[in-house]
């Protein structure tokens, strides 16, 4: 029954998720018409390298590229935004006046960095940014990174491999705590005194200085951090703007259920856009893996794989963190091997006798096996 | 050649075997119960593939999730871009014998020769 109700498929995004939706039409058989839009002019990369890999020169823009199928048949409609969502008429409007008619709409705009109000404050999240950051690495200084978070950290990480003096900032009290809970996140914070990277807990930033270019960021506490170059890591917001008044409910991104279905039926949503139960999955996993429940949907073929627990690694100073499932507040850690003294372990959180994630440090045979074990959630009907 | 390995009840079904030869090999047994041998080092970065997550005739990469068709040796997604060897097997008197690759490998940078 595939490609019998959709002829012509819009996919709005044309990077992790999007590529990945476009395979997986091709895969479920579908093989009427795909255009993927995107407002970058950049073929789909990957954004994973651009904090680590990218930022010390081990990898080119080349490096980054996240494969052609010239097979795929798809028409790739680069460097301009979709504007407007159309559901009645069946169409997407773009920023250059077109309008693309589709039967069929994958959405998978991602999300973009939480801006800061200073000029000459960096944030990262597309190739561009990275550029511009590892361009002013390069002249060395003094870094200023505010969010200790994995973006945050790991810009800490390439940046101190490039000698650069490196002082991290953090409004929490323990980094990280949101995602992997207190304890786990002092461990991986401890990561950056390990390598001479200092980290300031507890105080918000209150102001960046400088005009033309930043001179020094200051602390709430009175600190005053004096800087050549200031990177902001603090979240990302969904890019979900243009799509107000499609009828779509946007709630801190698209709202789905599990299987990528919004309210409307010909319009699926994927990737890092996409909310469900409240909660954005921000990883890169899940936009490669998802995109194919979603076209299941859109085309009507039924659930794929059973969803798998959700899973995000991050590489920090030569130490591999790899995290899957679902910690909750209260959840308890146990280590069950390995030493987090030694930066090298595997730690499992549990609930009522049930292991709810697991986190390994420099561990990945042992934690393949138990992300193996996790459970995906239970799917709401 | 064909050089036997280990005895195939050393590997459960679902499982791997790394065979520490220059360069490493891993030897997967799948649920269906064939068995493959391909490169154990992931080609983008230095992984071993015996660590991975077996799935059908998939392997995935421990670290960056890429999966790796045992019966081709490519990859299905970034970030590893290149294939890894793959290489004869069979099973003979309970004995997984291998036969390596001519074709040169490919690992990632760095990876330990
Ligand atoms: C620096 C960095 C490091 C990361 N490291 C890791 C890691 O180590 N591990 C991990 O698991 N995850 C990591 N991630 C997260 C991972 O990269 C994301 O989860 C993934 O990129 C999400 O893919 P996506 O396609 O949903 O969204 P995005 O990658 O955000 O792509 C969305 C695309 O849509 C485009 N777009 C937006 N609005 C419009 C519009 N109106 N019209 C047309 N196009 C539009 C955007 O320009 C963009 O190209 C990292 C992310 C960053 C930024
Ligand atoms: S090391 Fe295998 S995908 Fe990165």
Redesign the interface.
């Known amino acids: 029954m595939a490609g019998i109700r959709v002829q012509k498929v819009a996919i709005v995004g044309a990077s992790l998720a999007g590529l990945?939706a476009a395979?997986a039409l091709r895969r479920q058989s579908f093989a009427g018409e795909i255009i993927a839009i995107g407002a970058e002019r950049h073929q789909p990369y990957?954004r994973?390298?651009l904090s680590k890999e990218f930022l010390t020169g081990?990898y080119t823009e080349a490096d980054l590229?996240?494969?052609h199928d010239d097979d795929l048949g798809v028409v790739w409609r680069l460097g301009v935004a979709a504007t407007r969502l159309d559901p009645r008429g069946g169409s997407v409007h773009l920023a250059d006046g077109e309008e693309i008619r589709a039967d069929g709409v994958v959405i998978a705009t991602g999300a973009r960095a939480r801006p800061v109000e200073h000029a000459g404050v960096h944030t990262l999240r597309t190739l561009d940014d990275a550029i511009a950051l590892r361009d002013d690495l390069r002249r060395g200084g003094r870094l200023v990174v505010i969010g200790a978070g994995f973006i945050g950290a790991e810009v800490a990480s390439s940046a101190r491999s490039l000698g650069l003096d490196v002082t991290v900032v953090e409004s929490l009290p323990t980094p990280l705590a949101g995602p992997l809970g207190p304890e786990m996140g002092a461990v991986c914070a401890a990561l950056h005194g390990d390598h001479g990277v200092r980290l300031l807990t507890g105080v918000p930033v209150t102001t960046v200085t400088g005009s033309d270019h930043v001179e020094a960021v200051e602390l709430a506490d009175g600190t005053r951090l004096p800087a050549d170059v200031v990177v902001a890591g603090i979240g990302a917001v969904p890019n979900v703007e243009w799509l107000a008044g499609s009828g779509l409910e946007i709630s801190g991104g698209v709202v789905t259920d599990a299987n990528g279905a919004t309210g409307l039926p010909a319009v699926v949503a994927t990737g890092d856009c996409a909310s469900r139960d409240g909660v954005r999955s921000e990883h890169?996993?899940h936009a490669?893996e998802h995109p194919a429940t979603a076209v299941a949907t859109l085309l009507g073929t039924g659930a794929g794989r059973p969803p798998k627990a959700p899973?995000f690694?991050s590489d920090q100073y030569g130490v591999?963190i790899?995290f899957a499932g679902r910690r909750e507040p209260g959840d308890t850690v146990r280590i069950v091997e390995g030493d987090p003294e030694q930066r090298s372990f595997l730690a499992v959180y549990e609930r009522g006798g049930l292991t709810t994630a697991v986190l390994g440090m420099s561990r990945?045979?042992s934690?393949?096996r138990w992300?193996?074990q996790l459970r995906a959630a239970p799917q709401e009907a | 050649m064909l050089r036997p390995v280990c005895p195939l009840s050393a590997i459960p079904s679902g499982e791997a075997y790394r065979w520490d030869t220059d360069p490493p090999v891993a030897i997967f047994h799948t649920e269906d119960g064939e068995i493959f041998a391909i490169d154990d080092t992931c080609t983008h970065q230095d992984a071993s593939l015996a660590d991975g997550w077996l799935e059908g005739c998939e392997v995935e990469c421990p670290l960056h999730a890429s999966r790796f068709d045992l019966r081709t040796g490519r990859a299905d997604a970034p970030p590893a871009k290149k294939p890894v060897r793959t290489h004869r097997v069979e099973v003979t008197g309970g004995v997984v014998h291998v036969e390596l690759s001519e074709d040169p490998a490919d690992l990632p940078p760095g990876a330990k020769p």
């Open positions: 990945a395979r990957d994973p390298p081990a590229a996240l494969g890169w996993t490669v899973y690694w591999r790899q990945p045979k934690f393949t992300r193996r």
